[in-house]
């Protein structure tokens, strides 16, 4: 006889990571809660369209607003001239707002065209100039990674290149600006020297932009509160002259090691090293050798870059990269330069989202130490499955990936290494690139939340200002102490020892502990900072199936699994796919709390299958409220709240081939019983209400599939 068979696909892992959160101290008078996201991801953005003379007409400006694990109501807005647009974007999406040539700046003089991007949430913004035969684009900065001091870059291959720069007030009521100019440029009329200081005041959403011949580099901008500033070329000699622009980081978020990677076989790009601080010595390592600089305030060096370059420095530097114009022989065109910022090597993420554009061919350009492309995905696909390029160097790699001519949003992650990157483009007569990585802030804090610990990492200053020692800092337990990794010090914070307790407050369920700095052989304390990893009671992620990842920062916190099995033994789990199983089969499927913390419970909340993804209009519901639905589902009975098991009979839909799972799953934690999981299966009248009266950590929404049916002699679990 024939047999039905079930092809079983796994498609992509789950990873709800946690949303991370930590109050700080009164004494060390940081009071701000420290959110650590992926890229630049926040509410608030300030960009400005700087100048392009070559087709000023006709060149717009794309703001991309890209959304994570949350829907945005994000509102864009422009004093002169009048814009205000206010829009949804689907959580785990992308939409585009365009602004005309009006709103560039083509004034000498100071002006209202700072447009500001407001979101309910966080989300990532990107920032594409798009003309005829003309385009860049950068990462835009958050206000949170806005500061008070920067230095200009304008980077050239040719003297002819015109040169800009803008300072924009988005968010303060005024700033004070001093411009200590390093060529000479003119305002107001009057011609400022090398070396002469320019004052001005920039109030709320005011902008000020300057144009010069001379290379403007060594610039230095001092504001009296935090700004956002811009730089770039106007024109840049190239086949078509194209703009450049990018937006500068702070001196405060500027780093000391930078693995720089040639863009597409190039050999005559340049980086442009710039320091802050005197006496900064500067090692460049290439194959042919080691060379050293030794930098002053506000002065750079300007290397070529004809092979992978190693930058380290004794203080913080900035590194800038420009390409030069060039010839692709495989696409046969000619393409322009762009400008970007080098991201510090050892700094990066595990996780980003990213956007390219369709009129590009376009292309990534990763970095890292991990040795080999295991372990990345682009988009939920394994990176071995693109066209890539390798080059290496001390322990360094570089990965070129062909996009090919995509449009929007894409995200990109490795399952336990992080990186950094750059996306860009190239088309005829143009071409586009941003850098997009981890910058260091040393002043502010930051806090990571793992499945069963978190990690704190402490500012410098706080301990120099309390005259501490990094073993003088701990946590409740005086046994547990901070650590110096690096140049960062460090305290790990365990949930399940070392004082930390699980409390709950207006609702919410969270770890906490408190950070302490104690003066040796008392009980006097120079610092005190509460921190918490906390859970939004109604958080929903959307979560697929394999690879495995372990710290997607913008979903979810506990690692949540769900794994399916040959047996009702629970012993031997489908590893290999696709998988076929007859249909007059069963199916089982574990959930479980992938954490060392034993007072998490877990709870299938719902359980459902559909012929299409998302398809809300015809599924079959196998289990809801908790509760079981179909006639043949078997709960198995476990000792360990953090894992469910379940089985139930195969099945299929009429008129399809393919079978989609779905599961909303609840994380509840045994400190706050009664709760939704202790609860179990309620009746739908009673599921609003205690929602509302019981405390759950976390809800998940998990997908599986699609199971594939055919026809043939074969029963067999291959």
Same mark, same amino acid.
């Given at each position: 006889?024939?047999?039905?068979?079930?092809?079983?696909?796994?498609?992509?892992?789950?990873?709800?990571?946690? @949303?991370?959160?930590?109050?700080?101290?009164?004494?060390?008078?940081?009071?701000?809660?420290?959110?650590?996201?992926?890229?630049?991801?926040?509410?608030?953005?300030?960009?400005?369209?700087?100048?392009?003379?070559?087709?000023?007409?006709?060149?717009?400006?794309?703001?991309?607003?890209?959304?994570?694990?949350?829907?945005?109501?994000?509102?864009?807005?422009? +004093?002169?001239?009048?814009?205000?647009?206010?829009?949804?974007?689907?959580?785990?999406?992308?939409?585009?707002?365009?602004?005309?040539?009006?709103?560039?700046?083509?004034?000498?003089?100071?002006? @209202? #065209?700072?447009?500001?991007?407001?979101?309910?949430?966080?989300?990532?913004?990107?920032?594409?100039?798009?003309?005829?035969?003309?385009?860049?684009?950068?990462?835009?900065?958050?206000?949170?990674?806005?500061?008070?001091?920067?230095?200009?870059?304008?980077?050239?291959?040719?003297?002819?290149? @015109?040169?800009?720069?803008?300072?924009?007030?988005?968010?303060?009521?005024?700033?004070?600006?001093?411009?200590?100019?390093?060529?000479?440029?003119?305002?107001?009329?009057?011609?400022?020297?090398?070396?002469?200081?320019?004052? !001005?005041?920039? #109030?709320?959403?005011?902008?000020?932009?300057?144009?010069?011949?001379?290379?403007?580099?060594?610039?230095?901008?001092?504001?009296?509160?935090?700004?956002?500033?811009?730089?770039?070329?106007?024109?840049?000699?190239?086949?078509?002259?194209?703009?450049?622009?990018?937006?500068?980081?702070?001196? #405060?978020?500027?780093?000391?090691?930078?693995?720089? =990677?040639?863009?597409?076989?190039?050999?005559?790009?340049?980086?442009?090293?710039?320091? +802050?601080?005197?006496?900064?010595?500067?090692?460049?390592? +290439?194959?042919?050798?080691?060379?050293?600089?030794?930098?002053?305030?506000?002065?750079?060096?300007?290397?070529?870059?004809?092979?992978?370059?190693?930058?380290?420095?004794?203080?913080?530097?900035?590194?800038?990269?420009?390409?030069?114009?060039?010839?692709?022989?495989?696409?046969?065109?000619?393409?322009?330069?762009?400008?970007?910022?080098?991201?510090?090597?050892?700094?990066?993420?595990?996780?980003?989202?990213?956007?390219?554009?369709?009129?590009?061919?376009?292309?990534?350009?990763?970095?890292?130490?991990?040795?080999?492309?295991?372990?990345?995905?682009?988009?939920?696909?394994?990176?071995?499955?693109?066209?890539?390029?390798?080059?290496?160097?001390?322990?360094?790699?570089?990965?070129?990936?062909?996009?090919?001519?995509?449009?929007?949003?894409?995200?990109?992650?490795?399952?336990?290494?992080?990186?950094?990157?750059?996306?860009?483009?190239?088309?005829?007569?143009?071409?586009?690139?941003?850098?997009?990585?981890?910058?260091?802030?040393?002043?502010?804090?930051?806090?990571?939340? !793992?499945?069963?610990?978190?990690?704190?990492?402490?500012?410098?200053?706080?301990?120099?200002?309390?005259?501490?020692?990094?073993?003088?800092?701990?946590?409740?337990?005086?046994?547990?102490?901070?650590?110096?990794?690096?140049?960062?010090? !460090?305290?790990?914070?365990?949930?399940?020892?070392?004082?930390?307790?699980?409390?709950?407050?207006?609702?919410?369920?969270?770890?906490?502990?408190?950070?302490?700095?104690?003066?040796?052989?008392?009980?006097?304390?120079?610092?005190?900072?509460?921190?918490?990893?906390?859970?939004?009671?109604?958080?929903?992620?959307?979560?697929?199936?394999?690879?495995?990842?372990?710290?997607?920062?913008?979903?979810?916190?506990?690692?949540?699994?769900?794994?399916?099995?040959?047996?009702?033994?629970?012993?031997?789990?489908?590893?290999?796919?696709?998988?076929?199983?007859?249909?007059?089969?069963? !199916?089982?499927?574990?959930?479980?709390?992938?954490?060392?913390?034993?007072?998490?419970?877990?709870?299938?909340?719902?359980?459902?299958?559909?012929?299409?993804?998302?398809?809300?209009?015809? #599924?079959?519901?196998?289990?809801?409220?908790?509760?079981?639905?179909?006639?043949?589902?078997?709960?198995?009975?476990?000792?360990?709240?953090?894992?469910?098991?379940?089985?139930?009979?195969?099945?299929?839909?009429?008129?399809?081939?393919?079978?989609?799972?779905?599961?909303?799953?609840?994380?509840?934690?045994?400190?706050?019983?009664?709760?939704?999981?202790?609860?179990?299966?309620?009746?739908?009248?009673?599921?609003?209400?205690?929602?509302?009266?019981?405390?759950?950590?976390?809800?998940?929404?998990?997908?599986?599939?699609? =199971?594939?049916?055919? +026809?043939?002699?074969?029963?067999?679990?291959?």
């Amino acid at each position: 006889m024939y047999c039905h068979t079930v092809k079983i696909v796994l498609l992509w892992s789950l990873i709800p990571t946690f @949303s991370n959160a930590a109050k700080l101290s009164s004494s060390s008078q940081l009071t701000e809660k420290c959110l650590l996201q992926p890229g630049q991801i926040q509410k608030t953005f300030a960009m400005v369209f700087m100048y392009n003379p070559k087709t000023a007409y006709t060149t717009k400006l794309h703001l991309y607003l890209v959304t994570c694990d949350k829907a945005a109501r994000v509102t864009v807005t422009a +004093s002169q001239p009048s814009f205000n647009k206010t829009i949804q974007v689907d959580k785990d999406s992308s939409s585009r707002v365009t602004l005309d040539y009006p709103f560039m700046i083509t004034e000498s003089s100071i002006t @209202s #065209k700072v447009v500001v991007i407001s979101s309910n949430v966080a989300i990532s913004v990107y920032a594409f100039y798009d003309g005829s035969n003309t385009a860049d684009a950068t990462a835009c900065l958050p206000q949170e990674d806005l500061g008070q001091e920067y230095y200009i870059s304008t980077p050239s291959l040719s003297s002819s290149a @015109s040169k800009e720069f803008s300072i924009a007030n988005g968010f303060e009521s005024i700033a004070h600006v001093n411009v200590t100019v390093s060529a000479t440029i003119t305002y107001g009329g009057v011609s400022y020297s090398k070396g002469k200081v320019l004052s !001005l005041s920039l #109030k709320q959403r005011e902008v000020i932009q300057f144009l010069s011949s001379y290379d403007l580099t060594g610039t230095k901008i001092s504001s009296s509160a935090p700004v956002a500033v811009f730089t770039g070329h106007s024109n840049n000699p190239g086949y078509n002259w194209n703009p450049t622009m990018e937006q500068l980081h702070p001196v #405060k978020n500027w780093g000391t090691f930078f693995a720089v =990677f040639p863009f597409l076989a190039h050999t005559s790009d340049i980086i442009n090293i710039m320091a +802050s601080s005197n006496d900064t010595i500067v090692n460049v390592t +290439s194959s042919s050798g080691t060379s050293t600089h030794n930098l002053q305030e506000g002065s750079h060096v300007q290397v070529t870059v004809n092979s992978i370059k190693l930058v380290n420095s004794t203080q913080p530097i900035m590194v800038s990269y420009l390409t030069n114009y060039a010839y692709t022989s495989s696409l046969r065109y000619y393409y322009e330069p762009f400008l970007t910022t080098v991201p510090p090597s050892l700094l990066g993420r595990q996780y980003y989202r990213f956007v390219t554009r369709s009129s590009h061919d376009n292309f990534l350009l990763i970095v890292s130490n991990t040795s080999s492309v295991s372990g990345f995905f682009i988009d939920g696909t394994p990176l071995s499955s693109y066209s890539t390029t390798k080059k290496e160097f001390n322990g360094f790699r570089g990965w070129e990936v062909k996009l090919g001519k995509t449009e929007g949003k894409h995200e990109i992650y490795h399952e336990t290494s992080t990186f950094t990157f750059y996306a860009f483009g190239t088309g005829t007569y143009t071409s586009y690139g941003y850098s997009v990585g981890q910058f260091p802030n040393p002043e502010e804090c930051s806090i990571r939340c !793992l499945p069963h610990m978190a990690e704190y990492i402490l500012p410098k200053s706080l301990l120099s200002e309390a005259h501490l020692d990094v073993l003088n800092v701990h946590l409740k337990d005086p046994q547990c102490k901070a650590v110096k990794e690096k140049d960062k010090y !460090l305290i790990k914070i365990p949930f399940n020892r070392c004082g930390s307790s699980v409390l709950t407050e207006d609702g919410t369920t969270f770890y906490a502990n408190t950070i302490y700095g104690t003066i040796p052989n008392t009980d006097v304390h120079r610092i005190e900072i509460p921190v918490r990893c906390e859970m939004e009671s109604n958080k929903s992620v959307e979560l697929l199936i394999n690879p495995k990842v372990n710290n997607v920062i913008c979903k979810g916190y506990y690692n949540v699994s769900m794994q399916l099995y040959q047996s009702d033994s629970f012993t031997e789990p489908l590893t290999l796919y696709p998988h076929e199983l007859d249909l007059h089969s069963s !199916l089982h499927v574990e959930f479980k709390v992938v954490s060392e913390e034993k007072g998490l419970q877990i709870l299938t909340e719902t359980l459902t299958a559909s012929p299409a993804p998302e398809n809300t209009t015809k #599924k079959y519901t196998v289990i809801q409220n908790g509760c079981r639905q179909d006639s043949t589902l078997q709960v198995h009975q476990v000792d360990d709240p953090r894992l469910q098991r379940f089985t139930f009979h195969l099945f299929k839909f009429d008129q399809s081939q393919d079978i989609y799972l779905a599961a909303n799953v609840v994380i509840c934690h045994n400190a706050t019983s009664p709760n939704r999981c202790t609860k179990g299966c309620i009746s739908p009248r009673l599921r609003r209400d205690v929602q509302a009266s019981m405390e759950q950590l976390d809800t998940n929404t998990l997908s599986l599939g699609p =199971f594939g049916y055919s +026809s043939n002699k074969k029963n067999r679990l291959a």
